[in-house]
């Protein structure tokens, strides 16, 4: 088992299995397997230090074995959590990810799918820049497996993995009202082409209208850039300027954005919790995992609902796997459940 060039056939040997056995778990078919033989196998492999012929494997199945991973904007604590959750999916079903960035930039997103297919990938799983996105669904259309996380794209059916939006953000702005808030605002980034964005906004005109008994919700919408702290804070001026005497209760689009709100509040003089409260999405995911809840450490008057990016990334990487497996099999979406509002 020490000698250079370790074969399938001495592996199988070692574990006492067949050659089938031994390709069934190097190939990820675990279901097809008891868990002794796969222990017995994984240990073998493992004395023997044995790799497995990426070349052979891929001529054999006539796959890479790699699965392409674009997210829109990698710098974000819910990407480095949605990131998390694919990779441990893929790697459990014994696929590599090609992890990218597209900045933000359709363009770059563009560029490095056709990069990505030009690698031979089996499969891509995509956050993706923009909802308008012919090219993502003449390779749908062509045959590759194509997934989506959290965001959707127009006039396609995909595979995709989401968090539901709407019934949270709703509860958010009744939780505003109930503690006596006198007017809702919403702070987002640009939302054209941005379906997380767009549901939120919509789920906010609705409650503006029907809890706030607002006439104009669209005059509520405050657009901001929560990377350009000017921005940030042009934004909130104006928000206090039109808001006068009443007490505000703004919601942010994401914990980005509402972070940046908290910095332009806290610069502008203003206390949260007082005159103004907070609320929002909390989808810092990785923190939770740490067991830091980073809202206890602004203090009070903030309520957020908490999404879970690295779930949804394990449920893509599982629609992957399973599209894979069945190329022509319906269609799925899976639902992400959040964690209601938490002071």
Request: glycine share 8%.
């Amino acid at each position: 088992m020490g000698r250079k060039n370790v074969t399938i056939s001495d592996i199988a040997v070692a574990a006492g299995v067949s050659k089938t056995t031994v390709s069934r778990y190097i190939n990820g078919r675990f279901d097809l397997l008891s868990e002794p033989t796969r222990l017995r196998v994984e240990k073998a492999i493992q004395l023997a230090h044995y790799t497995p012929s990426a070349v052979a494997r891929s001529l054999k199945t006539q796959r890479s074995y790699l699965v392409g991973v674009i997210v829109a904007n990698i710098t974000t604590p819910f990407a480095t959590s949605l990131l998390n959750g694919i990779g441990q999916g893929l790697r459990e079903g014994g696929y590599i990810p090609i992890f990218a960035d597209a900045g933000d930039s359709p363009d770059d997103e563009r560029r490095l799918v056709d990069s990505l297919v030009a690698h031979q990938v089996d499969g891509l799983i995509v956050n993706t820049t923009t909802s308008k996105n012919p090219q993502l669904i003449d390779l749908a259309n062509s045959g590759m497996p194509v997934v989506l996380c959290d965001r959707y794209i127009d006039d396609y059916n995909f595979d995709i993995a989401v968090c539901p939006y709407r019934e949270p953000t709703l509860e958010l702005m009744a939780s505003m009202r109930g503690r006596g808030f006198e007017r809702a605002v919403l702070f987002t980034q640009d939302f054209t082409n941005n379906s997380p964005r767009a549901e939120r906004l919509d789920a906010f005109v609705e409650g503006d209208r029907d809890v706030f008994g607002a006439a104009d919700p669209d005059a509520d919408v405050y657009l901001c850039d929560p990377w350009d702290p000017d921005s940030t804070r042009e934004a909130v001026s104006a928000m206090l300027a039109d808001s006068g005497d009443r007490t505000v209760g703004a919601y942010a689009t994401n914990t980005v954005t509402l972070l940046a709100v908290y910095n332009a509040l806290t610069e502008l003089g203003v206390t949260v919790g007082e005159n103004v409260g907070l609320c929002g999405p909390d989808d810092w995911g990785w923190a939770h995992r740490l067991g830091w809840n980073w809202t206890d450490t602004l203090g009070s008057g903030i309520t957020t609902f908490e999404t879970d990016p690295y779930a949804m990334g394990l449920e893509a990487a599982r629609l992957m796997l399973e599209r894979i497996a069945d190329p022509a099999g319906k269609k799925q979406v899976r639902l992400v459940p959040t964690v209601m509002p938490r002071p």
